[in-house]
Structures are given as C-alpha cells and as structure tokens.
C-alpha cells in the first residue's frame, strides 16, 4: 500500500520561504515520477510541480516557474518542494503525489486527471 505523507508547512511572511518533504512507502520509490499538488480554499486542486522517476526532469506550473524547486532523494524515498518569495496567493494545501505509471515522465504528471496517489496534505499560509 502506497503512502505519502507531508511535512514543513506552516506559516510564512510574504517573501519567506519553506521547503515540503514527503516521505513515501509501500513500493519502490525510484521507478515513479513524483509531484506536488495544492489546493486553495474554495478552489480547484492545481498541479505544481513534478520530477521523473530519476530526477532528471522537472516540470513546474507557470504561477511557480523561478521560485519553487522540486527535487528527490531515491536514498531516502523523499521528495522536496522548495519554496521562496512565498506570496499570498501561493497560501493553500499542499499535497504530494506519486504517479501510478512505472517510469512516467515530469510532464504527464500535469496533465489533468492524470493517476496519481495522494498524500493527506499539509497547510502553508503566506501572510501579507
């Protein structure tokens, strides 16, 4: 059984940054792309960013492109999401995500309604 489970969120100034892990089990961490997800209050849950199974690719969404970084440690079956100049509209639950596709890319992991495993989430807040 796959599990993922969030940590690093909190509360930060507008400016500030913070860095998500997510640590996964149940497979075979090292054979699956991974991403991170989130979700605002009263919206839709949107992709943000997604690394290949090796972490040779990556792939962001165009609200994050330049101040989050995602990357992975296959050692230690965590993958990072690396946030700086946070700003008010990036405040929402953040999900990580563990594609179900053996080998798939960075980019498939954005596409919507792509098959994923989720994480149960954690909160980050920027204050203005």
């Known amino acids: 059984q796959v599990q993922l489970v969030e940590s690093g969120g909190g509360l930060v100034q507008a400016g500030g940054s913070l860095r998500l892990s997510c640590a996964a089990s149940g497979r075979i961490f090292s054979n699956y792309a991974m991403g991170w997800f989130r979700q605002a209050p009263g919206m839709e849950r949107e992709f943000v960013a997604a690394?290949?199974?090796?972490?040779?690719?990556?792939y962001y969404a165009n609200s994050v492109k330049g101040r989050f970084t995602i990357s992975r440690d296959n050692r230690k079956n965590t993958v990072y999401l690396q946030m700086i100049s946070l700003k008010p509209e990036d405040t929402a639950v953040y999900y990580c995500a563990g594609d179900r596709s053996f080998a798939g890319s960075a980019e498939a992991m954005g596409a919507p309604a792509h098959p994923v495993y989720w994480g149960q989430g954690t909160q980050v807040t920027v204050s203005s």
């Open positions: 690394i290949s199974w090796s972490g040779g690719s990556t």
